[in-house]
């Protein structure tokens, strides 16, 4: 073969090697470049997402007074409403605490007094050592004054309000003996008794004109106080279709105070709502969701907020309000009206 046409054939072969090469260098780039815009947008992902986690717990611990709201509470408040300090003891105090087999009493600083003191010409007291809250027994005279002024009878007997945990701790024991139980569905366990609230009470009778004993049924004329005390603040605590739930015996006699309206709304309710079962509702309208409504009022369940300086739930700024705890972590809100007033008057 002649020399010239033999270097035109290498010069051919080292041409399309070039090119190939080229063409493999090229996909080889596309290749790495690509796998550089994914890296480098994961990377970009990554970096916005712990900015943005970032900007959330910078959020939350910029809430006003250092408090990140708690469960069932939000930090920004509803407008018209303002933050309110309590006491620590709110939790566990007011007419609507639960106190049961599940929620043992914890004492507040406020005293019970006796009944005799206060009572009027109504109904009769056991003794003088017969004590109860003030505001119950605020409550229990409206509601006997109307029952004698229906009736024309004073003769139904306070038998028992406040008891301390030895007294109760007594009658439990003496109700295991009679029964033989291990446990009594009669006597609340001590340290779990409403008695111990000065908040219930047990009716009697006085004894009949020849000197015989009589017990409190709430049938017969007495019917009334059963079926209408709800509009003086009471509720029969233990009803006959509750005991799976009260896990304590129908007791007729047997009257708990949790103030109006609570004790309409428990009543009113379709079958009527034991205390435990109020409780449950009412976690069921926080501050930031929809508000219970009865007549005038406006009910809301808060859990407290932990701040530097103590506990705080939110108030609204111009009505009349009351404050109860419900001895499980809440305090439950109650307005009424919708005129302003001063301090003095709300809480």
């Not at 916005?48 to 970032?54: I, L, P, T, V």
């Not at 009778?205 to 079926?227: F, H, I, K, V």
Request: aromatic residues 10%; proline residues 5%; glycine residues 6%.
């Amino acid at each position: 073969m002649p020399h010239n046409s033999r270097r035109k054939k290498i010069r051919r072969r080292i041409r399309w090697n070039r090119i190939f090469a080229c063409l493999f260098s090229a996909l080889l780039l596309s290749v790495g470049t690509a796998l550089l815009i994914q890296v480098s947008n994961e990377l970009s992902y990554s970096a916005a997402d712990a900015a943005e986690s970032d900007i959330s717990r910078e959020s939350s611990a910029s809430l006003p007074e250092d408090a990140a709201p708690s469960a069932g509470q939000q930090a920004v408040l509803p407008e018209g409403w303002e933050w309110a300090a309590i006491p620590e003891e709110s939790l566990y105090t007011g007419p609507l605490i639960l106190v049961n087999a599940d929620y043992a009493y914890q004492a507040g600083t406020e005293a019970p007094v006796s009944v005799f003191d206060y009572k009027t010409r109504s109904y009769q007291v056991k003794d003088k050592n017969v004590t109860m809250m003030e505001e119950a027994i605020l409550a229990l005279n409206d509601m006997m004054d109307a029952f004698y002024a229906k009736s024309g009878l004073s003769d139904v007997l306070l038998v028992s309000g406040w008891r301390d945990p030895a007294l109760q701790q007594e009658l439990y024991e003496d109700d295991l003996s009679e029964t033989g139980r291990s446990q009594s569905t009669l006597v609340a366990i001590p340290g779990h008794s409403e008695h111990h609230t000065g908040l219930c009470l047990d009716f009697g009778l006085m004894p009949s004109e020849n000197g015989e004993s009589r017990t409190y049924d709430g049938t017969g004329a007495y019917a009334w106080l059963n079926e209408n005390c709800a509009d003086y603040g009471y509720v029969v605590r233990y009803p006959a279709d509750k005991t799976d739930i009260t896990k304590i015996e129908y007791e007729p006699w047997h009257f708990r105070y949790v103030s109006k309206p609570h004790a309409q709304i428990m009543t009113e309710t379709s079958d009527g709502l034991c205390l435990e079962e109020y409780i449950e509702l009412l976690k069921q309208y926080p501050l930031d969701g929809e508000h219970l409504r009865f007549q005038d009022y406006e009910i809301c369940w808060q859990q407290p907020q932990q701040t530097e300086n103590g506990l705080r739930i939110a108030v609204p700024a111009d009505r009349d309000y009351t404050i109860s705890g419900d001895n499980t972590g809440g305090i439950i809100l109650t307005i009424s009206g919708s005129g302003s007033n001063d301090n003095s008057s709300r809480g």
